[in-house]
């Protein structure tokens, strides 16, 4: 069966320090990779995605980039976090069929917050 | 554009009551519909799909929902509350954007109270 995880699961970083969050699938092989950013009280907000090695697309502008070094690994990363950046940030994985995405399957979530 | 829209950002009802969560959706295909559920700092569980056949689907913990085209929406509707189901609730559509494998567009969320 698949499984995705995500560490580290809090985080509490000052402002300006850089980021790395990171995520894994195991059990499937070339999947779509998302990272969403969740503030709160709101809903998600898709910051990445990424339909192989090396490609990634941003959904948004921002201080954030998103790596995929390896088939199943995505990472997050920052060089000089911001207040607005404080969130839970989800990962998740997902299969495509046709011309459609299938269910998306998420990880259980990093809490970043920035003082 | 595709978009989705969740009526109430919070719900209450009283244990053992129905459970009615509404969605709607805009999309310019048929879409793939879903509901996905948040307890607190975890990620989101699939409750249940949409995808085509059958309107009504039934998902996890008791919960269905039925596919209206006409009406374009995907209500989650459960008989009986219990308070274990005190939770967030997304629905989410998928439709064929750009060609790429861009993510699913979420509505914002409804906060289910369950009173006991």
């Known amino acids: 069966s698949q499984t995705i995880h995500q560490w580290p699961a809090t985080l509490v970083q000052p402002v300006g320090s850089p980021l790395s969050l990171e995520c894994t699938v195991e059990?499937?092989?070339?999947?779509?990779l998302y990272w969403y950013r969740q503030a709160a009280g709101r809903g998600l907000q898709l910051l990445f995605y990424s339909v192989g090695i090396g490609q990634i697309s941003s959904e948004v502008p921002q201080n954030l980039s998103a790596s995929r070094p390896q088939d199943r690994q995505f990472i997050l990363s920052s060089k000089k976090l911001l207040l607005s950046d404080s969130g839970f940030y989800l990962c998740?994985?997902?299969?495509?069929?046709?011309?459609?995405?299938?269910?998306?399957?998420f990880g259980p979530g990093t809490r970043l917050t920035v003082l | 554009a595709q978009s989705v829209t969740q009526l109430g950002s919070h719900v209450s009802v009283s244990e053992g009551a129905l459970v009615l969560l509404r969605c709607n959706y805009s999309?310019?295909?048929?879409?793939?519909l879903f509901w996905y559920v948040q307890y607190p700092n975890q990620g989101l569980q699939l409750l249940l799909k949409?995808?085509?056949?059958?309107?009504l689907v039934k998902g996890i913990n008791g919960f269905e929902a039925e596919f209206k085209k006409s009406e374009t929406s995907f209500h989650l509707t459960k008989p009986s509350a219990h308070m274990s189901d005190a939770a967030e609730y997304f629905c989410?559509?998928?439709?064929?954007?750009?060609?790429?494998?861009?993510?699913?567009?979420f509505g914002k969320g409804t906060h289910l109270i369950i009173q006991p």
């Open positions: 998740a994985w997902s299969t495509t069929s046709g011309r459609f995405i299938n269910e998306q399957f």
């Open positions: 059990g499937t092989s070339n999947p779509n």
């Open positions: 949409y995808t085509t056949g059958a309107t």
């Open positions: 989410a559509v998928s439709d064929w954007r750009r060609g790429g494998a861009d993510g699913l567009t």
């Open positions: 999309s310019s295909v048929p879409p793939y």
